[in-house]
């Protein structure tokens, strides 16, 4: 395939999945990664496309949500994340999740499990557990955010009250040096909260890039939660405030990727 016609296609698959990476891309061609950045440039060049950590999607005039661009941000990391707590999961069992992109992922692994009591607010969660392998999934109602089709609102944290389960699995935006967990949505947050009130274990799933950070919004200390599942141990100091609160850091090693390697 010359180069031209392999860009046209290029074009025509990032126009149909909102989102490609660069591994992708190459498997799909049969041709090297680096033959794909030497196709991408001059796309991206044009403007045609940009280049996001991890892959690369169309031009944000085109008014791509920015949950498009989040679900293939550190996408192997999300995936290692999502396939231990798939491990944590067993059939039959009860969990709540959220609708943030990791939570998602989360979801996607959990495709292969059975007879599962999903309690969420994200119609994509909703959407990829409800039809398999006898799992019932009870969805809560309210506004639905236009971002990641997720109900937030008073109406999703009653819906949420009415349920016991085993687990309640979150996703946050950020966990600074002192342990504190945080979202950048108050709505976001207040689910978390929410969840983790109705749960027997507590989890937060974050890769490594929410580590050490801060955000708008606190959900709860080191303390509120039994476990943190990620792809990276954290620094030392994080690690012994987590420690002396008797969370279990559970470290997932992601598959090797180039997809963090910058498109052009």
């Known amino acids: 395939m010359f180069a031209t016609h392999r860009q046209n296609e290029i074009l ?42 991890g892959g690369i999607m169309l031009p944000a005039q085109r008014d791509e949500a920015p949950f498009r661009r989040r679900m293939v941000e550190q996408r192997e990391a999300k995936r290692a994340i999502a396939a231990r707590i798939a491990q944590l999961v067993c059939d039959g069992e009860s969990l709540m999740l959220d609708g943030g992109t990791t939570c998602v992922h989360i979801a996607q692994a959990l495709e292969s499990h059975a007879r599962l009591t999903v ?18 999934v009870l969805m809560a109602g309210g506004e639905l955010r236009a971002d990641d089709a997720s109900a937030v609102g008073d109406s999703a944290l009653a819906f949420f009250r009415q349920f016991h389960v ?29 969840a983790f009130a ?44 987590l420690a002396a609160a008797g969370v279990e850091v559970i470290c997932a090693q992601p598959a090797v990727d180039d997809t963090s390697r910058e498109v052009v």
């Not at 660069?22 to 049969?30: K, N, R, W």
């Open 12 to 53: 025509r698959l990032v126009r149909a999945q909102q989102t490609c990476t660069i591994t992708d891309l190459a498997t799909t061609f049969e041709v090297s990664d680096e033959t794909i950045r030497r196709d991408l440039k001059p796309l991206v060049a044009e403007g045609l496309l940009v280049k996001v950590h």
């Open 166 to 194: 085993r687990f309640a699995i979150v996703s946050v935006t950020a966990i600074d040096a002192k342990g504190r967990f945080m979202d950048a949505q108050p709505a976001d947050a207040s689910l978390a909260q929410t």
């Open 198 to 241: 109705q749960a027997e274990r507590r989890i937060v799933a974050a890769d490594h890039t929410k580590l050490g950070h801060s955000a708008l919004v606190h959900v709860c200390d080191a303390d509120g939660i039994d476990a943190l599942v990620t792809d990276a141990m954290p620094v030392a100091g994080l690690s012994k405030v």
């Open 119 to 136: 309690v969420t607010n994200s119609a994509e969660v909703a959407r990829l557990l409800a039809p398999r392998n006898g799992n019932r």
